[in-house]
């Protein structure tokens, strides 16, 4: 199927923009790009016509528009998982003092879709709409861990297991072993993985064929989880997952 140049580079443009990111200069994104000013410049003047690109007026930088506010919510709200699952999050959160996620698989990464944010503690790696590296996040380690082990192996043919912190997982051995782990005890964790100081507890949600479509999270600091606290946190998480999974047709008495 042919690639249509134009369209792939105001694409990539949207890409460069992220929370570190959030605003930037007609040069600095011909310089990511790679083009020349005046492709890059009608490459914005088209995403600026059509709100997708917006224009800071006092220092002339570039910024992501609300028209992708407005198409992402669309998406949001047609998202039959989110609804199903929002209720129960905000509880979960409300229970816990926790922030709460939700994640799904897309390509080789996770993406988070909604998120509770807790008193208890500040996530800062978190946002709804940015991806997780699945060997490094308990959600991303929950998603996959219903896969078949040949599943498994085609899933992670050239990952690049990238260490977000000294903690990181970095083989696909060590993320197998996790995995492992996951089918057994049915839930994961992220030990101070993606960001430093802080853990989460993960499990699976699963759809009606039993395979894990999502996944939620809670995250907390390192120096409060003991183990009798994990225990608990890992039991009130499946009850929730678990609840969620039921309202989208997996049925646990056929287990």
């Known amino acids: ?25 007609i040069t600095e994104i011909s310089r990511r790009m790679n083009l020349h000013k005046s492709t890059v410049h009608s490459l914005l003047k ?49 229970t816990t003092n926790l922030t709460v996620h939700l994640v799904i698989l897309d390509g080789q990464e996770g993406v988070y879709i909604d ?19 699945i060997h490094t996040s308990a959600v991303g380690k929950s998603i996959i861990s219903t896969k078949t082990d040949k599943e498994l192996d085609q899933f992670l043919k050239n990952y690049q297991y990238t260490k977000q912190t000294p903690k990181s997982i970095s083989s696909k051995e060590e993320l197998l ?35 894990a479509i999502a996944g939620i999270s809670m995250s907390m600091p390192a120096t409060k989880l003991t183990e009798e606290i994990k225990e608990y946190y890992v039991s009130i998480l499946k009850e929730y997952s678990n609840s969620i999974s039921q309202e989208l047709g997996y049925d646990y008495q056929k287990i």
């Not at 998120?115 to 590296?133: A, M, N």
């Open 1 to 25: 199927m042919p690639i249509i140049q134009s369209v792939e580079r105001a694409l990539k443009i949207l890409d460069i923009f992220d929370e570190r990111d959030r605003e930037l200069s």
């Open 46 to 94: 088209t995403l600026q016509v059509h709100r997708y690109i917006s224009q800071n007026e006092e220092n002339e930088k570039y910024r992501l528009g609300l028209k992708l506010f407005e198409r992402g919510n669309m998406v949001a709200n047609n998202f039959d998982l989110r609804k199903v699952a929002r209720k129960h999050l905000e509880r979960l959160s409300a």
């Open 115 to 133: 998120k509770v944010e807790g008193s208890g503690v500040t996530v800062v790696y978190s946002r709804i709409g940015r991806r997780v590296p």
């Open 177 to 211: 072993a996790e995995v492992n782990h996951v089918r057994t005890a049915g839930y994961s964790m992220d030990n101070e993985e993606n960001e430093l100081g802080i853990v989460c507890i993960a499990v699976p949600i699963k759809d009606y064929t039993g395979k």
